[in-house]
């Protein structure tokens, strides 16, 4: 040691002693990274978690929102209303659906619908079995037709029961009393553009009403319709282009030329020149 000392070198101690300074900086170091580690393995574990409790809670959400709607669904379904749109009654076709004239409506009703609900209509429906009937609160022949022939006329426009069926059977019914002809005729130039308005609707029943409405005018009056039957053969040649309507057009064509006479005929062909006449 003395040796050592007088030569200036360190003692063996000094080694030792770097070594040991050496060691322990090394194991703080890994301490060091370990607790790093620790850290984010515990900040994984933290998203994780996060993550799984977001899954968890939607997935409760989602059950909640089937639940809710499992349970409106089955309470719709379960109703009488919802039964019977699902399996329909064969009654209900006999006994369609029948609007109410005194309950609030979507859209401002009709002027028949106005008169009707107002007792305008000296009629009302009886439903039948099998067929429905009118029944007049007075005998038809004492009736005026003026205005009822036109307003029933009007209703011919008509879609909601039963608004279509007492329009048509009235305004039939109402042509087969007596003296129909002399009461009929001066109303022709008010009637016809109301005819013209059924034959020009776009709804296919609504111009079938108006093409027998018009046959059965053309039966009561006769030639007196020859003068108006220009303003309506125009709709009809437009119809004839559709297969399903030439032959009942057709039909209603032969009968005006049939109770208009020979001059009827003239007037047809101006309109509709591919029209054969009935006695050709």
């Not at 080694?15 to 984010?40: I, L, N, T, V, Y």
């Not at 022949?141 to 426009?157: W, Y």
Request: glycine share 6%.
């Amino acid at each position: 040691m003395l040796a050592q000392r007088a030569l200036g070198k360190s003692p063996t101690w000094g080694g030792g002693w770097c070594a040991d300074r050496g060691g322990r900086e090394a194991r703080s170091k890994r301490e060091a990274m370990q607790k790093s580690e620790c850290h984010r393995s515990v900040q994984l574990r933290n998203r994780v978690t996060d993550n799984c409790d977001q899954r968890t809670s939607s997935s409760v959400q989602i059950k909640h929102r089937t639940a809710v709607q499992q349970r409106k669904s089955s309470s719709s379904t379960s109703s009488p209303e919802s039964a019977r749109k699902l399996h329909p009654r064969p009654s209900d076709k006999l006994n369609p659906k029948t609007i109410n004239p005194f309950g609030e409506q979507s859209r401002a009703p009709s002027a028949f619908a106005a008169i009707y609900s107002k007792g305008g209509v000296p009629c009302r429906l009886v439903h039948g079995s099998v067929n429905h009937r009118l029944q007049w609160e007075c005998p038809p022949e004492k009736l005026p037709f003026d205005p009822l022939l036109i307003t029933l006329a009007e209703g011919l426009r008509e879609t909601k029961h039963p608004y279509p069926f007492v329009s048509k059977e009235g305004f039939r019914e109402l042509l087969l009393v007596t003296g129909a002809l002399e009461k009929a005729v001066p109303l022709l130039p008010r009637l016809i553009p109301v005819l013209k308005a059924a034959l020009v609707h776009l709804d296919d029943e609504v111009f079938e009403r108006g093409l027998n409405a018009l046959v059965q005018l053309s039966v009561v009056v006769g030639p007196s319709l020859n003068d108006h039957l220009k303003h309506l053969l125009t709709s009809l040649s437009r119809r004839l282009r559709d297969k399903k309507f030439k032959e009942p057009i057709t039909t209603a064509l032969q009968k005006l030329e049939q109770n208009g006479g020979s001059g009827s005929l003239t007037i047809i062909k101006s309109k509709i020149p591919t029209y054969c006449s009935i006695y050709c």
